[in-house]
């Protein structure tokens, strides 16, 4: 088995909307090794979400391809698609909207099985369901329980017993602990932490919260507006940035202390909108390092030192922000 | 609480309860809190702590029914908020106390321009009219970053971030004693919400506001706050002033919240602390102290009797029959980190 | 499916509201008077009497005879059983049919939609009266085409509503989670979309009843739909219209069983939408 599980090569994904051409995912080529976690963060509008659900099949691809174990899942036929997704499963965000309402816990964890027709009879699907809820902690006695008579903690236990029903290879999760309360989410946290070690699962965790992806994350990259701007190891990334957009993504992080405050960068303007971006850099509008070159060309994504990537013409005179 | 201060807000013995279908339920016990005259107050707690419930009672704003003030008194300016005519609760909303709320999207009216609805609170509150009433909307806009061009833009045109300055606008206009900020920056991506805060802290020592900030997040606290006071399951188990409480924690539950929160200083590789179980169900509140159940440090006293707050150190309260210590260590991190069932 | 708790939490919340039980009581003893109309009506609906024409309320007639002798109370404990019917199975019909068409309409999207959707607006653009009075002569007189023209006039309505309700939910993440699992179209739709629409849908279906019974009975007062001598309190209206200034009876208890059946559905509908609606702070 290669050491590689998931391999993007220039993944595209546009849509048609009122205003215009909407750049979701521009581009975008990444490579997941097996039994890792990559980190995928951003802020709204940065295409994180989109580009997970494109890896999975939910959303289909405009241009690009992704290596499953090897193969193109973007070419396969129905019968091989449905195979992939018993390979490939996602996690969402609020765990309020997505569960069926009118669907009790086991029916909630039956479905995928159920689907995918995998076990024989009622016997083994009952059975199978119970090991997966013993499998998230969530206690034999909810069974029956309807979702909303439940806390946001235990509903996303079953959207995560839900994904792992068909003892996928490879988990998107898009967001799992930011509707959470903080003691929730370690808890959540914790759990897939130890499911991670005990199956060997590789997880591509979707997040803005840069304290959460940090801990989860054996690798990070940055997205902005479509883009891969950094990527690295995951303490790299952290006491390193390169790019000035991570940079100012880390310095906006408040701390939990006190002592002396750090100096902070403070970004002009907002976010700008997907929808037909700017030439160029697409950070160039609130980058202090910007020059004339940005407004220009997009820069690539390159390899600055050993698993290190920035996508910055400025690299090479940067100083980071202490 | 030293008298010689000069307390804006006094809330004392504050309870509120919900009288819902499935039974009665406790959101704020017993609450007693001040906050002086231009300080600002950070109110900590998770979900169903009681923090919106408590900064509704200030307004007046509980929905009645469901929800019943069963007891207390909040002092505003010495005057009890909750024998005022309406005429004076009106003066009070939005006059001498503002809210910003969560989600500026839902707290502004689409259908008014930004500028028409900031003129409204100055002519409501400060008897402005025409065009003083206009000039002091611009003033504001300009105060909070938003050119005077975009004055009669409506609040769909403006993203996130600049919503939430002209909601900030709106607080501020009639120059409010107090301004309760209820998770101003939870809707917002993290470049715009040092935007926010470092506007909002800005704002706050120029024009001398105290602020009640209500959040769950510690790091926005430390950045923004003077004094914290953490709840939990309606009840208050810890204040003091920022420096004290996050060098020395005293209540177990203060420290199970900095134990659960990954940082960016955590050191890589080490597991989160987690506090055991679930917050109690409201309406069947534990005997004794409500974190009893959940509670490393617990010893048989606490299960039986509550505590109630207590100075344990200059300025420090905390509610616990057992304050921590530095010897008292991390029980947090001694265990296994067991899940909920 | 099965959901044990939205129906205990509902009839929880129904039971405070005193209107919709007094609906639900009124309902429920026409049922009793539909199902045990043999037991209970005292005379035969078309049993004629000449010794008792066009009597007064008495011991014998408690709501008195109409212009055959015949007992006016039995008639209207029969014609209970045809009123219930026609808006049972009428609303049967156009529920059917119309949340069909509203789901797939709303669920596809695209040129489908806008066909079938136009389709409606068609038919919304012909006045009722007029298709019922058209279908009815198409069929034929009778019960039951009585039935299929009424529940084919409220079709669009109900389509309607289910698109909407479809709508709403399509883009729910749980729609997305069947998707990732691989359910069909078919699935989702059936165990996905439809049972999370069913609250407008109960409603709708409640005062669509009230409105088919109205409408039957004004068909039947123009003559069309249920032939005599089977009694229908709308067919009974229309006879005892000549005798309106002496025999003001005749009109005014099939008027008030009309007027009950009515209101107390209209009750019950809308104390099951505020019931069912879970934004409602109670």
Not at chain 2, 15 to 25: A, C, E, P, R
């Amino acid at each position: 088995m290669s050491e590689t599980l998931i391999d993007i090569r220039h993944l595209i994904k546009f849509f048609n909307v009122s205003s215009g051409l909407l750049h979701a995912v521009d581009d975008v080529s990444l490579t997941i090794p097996r039994g890792k976690t990559l980190g995928l963060v951003g802020e709204s509008g940065c295409g994180k979400s989109t580009l997970g659900r494109v890896i999975i099949g939910l959303i289909k691809e405009t241009g690009g391809e992704v290596f499953f174990n090897g193969e193109d899942a973007t070419k396969f036929n129905a019968e091989k698609r449905a195979e992939f997704r018993r390979h490939a499963q996602i996690v969402f965000q609020d765990p309020f909207s997505s569960l069926n309402p009118r669907m009790s816990v086991s029916q909630l964890i039956s479905e995928p099985l159920i689907i995918n027709k995998t076990c024989k009879n009622k016997q083994e699907l009952d059975a199978k369901v119970a090991e997966l809820m013993d499998l998230v902690g969530l206690a034999s006695r909810l069974t029956t329980s309807f979702p909303h008579e439940l806390d946001g903690g235990r509903r996303q236990r079953i959207g995560i017993a839900r994904a792992l029903a068909l003892n996928p290879e490879f988990i998107v999760l898009d967001e799992p602990v930011s509707a959470l309360d903080v003691c929730i989410q370690a808890q959540v946290l914790n759990l897939l932490a130890d499911l991670r070690e005990s199956r060997g699962y590789t997880y591509l965790f979707i997040s803005h919260n840069l304290s959460v992806v940090r801990y989860v994350s054996d690798e990070v990259a940055v997205m902005y507006l479509g883009k891969v701007v950094e990527k690295a190891d995951n303490s790299t990334l952290f006491k390193e940035p390169l790019h000035p957009y991570t940079q100012a993504l880390l310095s906006a992080v408040p701390i939990a202390s006190v002592g002396p405050k750090k100096q902070r960068i403070i970004l002009e303007g907002d976010v700008p909108s997907p929808v037909n971006p700017p030439q160029g850099c697409r950070f160039a509008g609130r980058c202090m390092y910007r020059q004339e070159i940005c407004t220009q060309q997009t820069p690539d994504l390159v390899e600055v030192a050993p698993n290190h990537f920035v996508a910055c013409h400025c690299t090479g005179h940067l100083v980071r922000h202490a | 609480m030293s008298e010689n201060k000069d307390i804006l807000l006094d809330i004392r013995d504050l309870s509120v309860q919900f009288n819902t279908d499935s039974g009665v339920v406790k959101a704020v016990n017993h609450l007693n809190m001040q906050l002086e005259r231009g300080k600002s107050l950070g109110f900590v707690g998770e979900t169903g702590a009681g923090k919106t419930t408590t900064a509704l009672s200030i307004l007046q704003l509980v929905q009645t029914p469901p929800g019943e003030i069963t007891g207390g008194e909040i002092l505003f300016n010495g005057q009890d908020v909750r024998k005022m005519t309406e005429a004076e609760k009106r003066r009070l909303r939005g006059g001498d106390v503002s809210m910003i709320f969560q989600d500026p999207m839902t707290s502004l009216n689409p259908i008014m321009t930004v500028e028409e609805q900031i003129t409204e609170m100055v002519q409501l509150h400060l008897n402005l009219k025409g065009e003083a009433a206009r000039q002091r909307a611009i003033e504001m806009l300009r105060l909070v970053g938003i050119r005077p061009e975009r004055a009669k833009d409506f609040p769909h045109q403006f993203s996130g971030g600049m919503r939430q300055r002209v909601v900030i606008a709106i607080a501020l206009a009639c120059r409010p004693q107090l301004i309760i900020a209820d998770e101003p920056t939870t809707a917002l991506d993290v470049t715009i919400q040092a935007q926010v805060l470092e506007l909002i802290k800005k704002l706050q020592q120029s024009e001398k506001t105290s602020m009640l900030l209500i959040t769950h997040d510690l790091g926005i606290v430390a950045e923004t706050c003077d004094t914290v006071a953490i709840m939990y399951a309606g009840h208050l188990v810890e204040y003091a002033d920022i420096t004290s409480l996050y060098t020395t924690p005293k209540h177990p539950y203060t420290q199970g919240l900095f134990n659960a929160v990954p940082t960016l200083e955590s050191p890589l590789g080490s597991r989160l602390a987690v506090i055991p179980g679930l917050p109690p169900d409201p309406t069947n509140l534990p005997k004794g102290c409500s974190f009893s159940p959940r509670c490393p440090y617990a010893q048989p006293i606490c299960h039986e009797k509550a505590c109630g707050m207590r100075e344990v150190a200059p300025g420090h309260f905390v509610d616990c029959h057992f304050p921590l210590t530095p010897e008292s260590g991390n029980k947090f991190l001694e265990r296994p980190g067991k899940e909920a069932e | 499916m099965k959901n044990n708790s939205m129906l205990k939490y509902t009839l929880i919340r129904l039971r405070r509201n005193y209107l919709a039980l007094f609906g639900l009581f009124i309902l429920i003893l026409l049922v009793v008077c539909a199902i045990f109309a043999e037991q209970l009506a005292p005379y035969g609906y078309a049993q004629q009497d000449y010794m008792m024409i066009r009597k007064a309320p008495s011991a014998l007639h408690w709501f008195g005879t109409d212009e055959f002798g015949r007992d006016i109370l039995s008639r209207i404990i029969y014609g209970s059983r045809v009123s219930l019917q026609v808006g049972l199975i009428a609303v049967s019909i156009s529920l059917v049919v119309g949340g069909l068409i509203g789901a797939i309409s709303g669920y596809f999207g695209g040129k489908l939609d806008m066909l079938l959707m136009r389709l409606m607006d068609i038919q919304m653009a012909i006045p009722t009266i007029l298709m019922a009075i058209v279908i009815s002569s198409v069929l034929g007189p009778g019960l039951f085409n009585l039935m299929v023209a009424v529940g084919i006039t409220y079709i669009p309505k109900f389509a309607r509503l289910t698109r909407a309700s479809v709508l709403s939910i399509k883009d729910q993440e749980f729609i997305e989670a069947a998707r990732a699992m691989g359910a069909s179209h078919k699935r989702i739709i059936c165990l996905y979309i439809l049972p999370n629409c069913a609250a407008p849908l109960i409603v709708q279906s409640t005062l669509s009843v009230a409105n088919a019974i109205l409408f039957a009975a004004t068909l039947s007062f123009l003559g069309l739909g249920i032939q005599p001598p089977y009694p229908e309190w709308g067919g009974m209206l229309s006879s005892a219209r000549p005798y309106l200034r002496n025999n003001a009876y005749m009109s005014i208890f099939p008027g008030l069983a009309i007027m009950f059946t009515i209101l107390s559905l209209n009750f019950l509908g809308d104390g099951l939408r505020d019931a069912l609606d879970p934004k409602q702070k109670r």
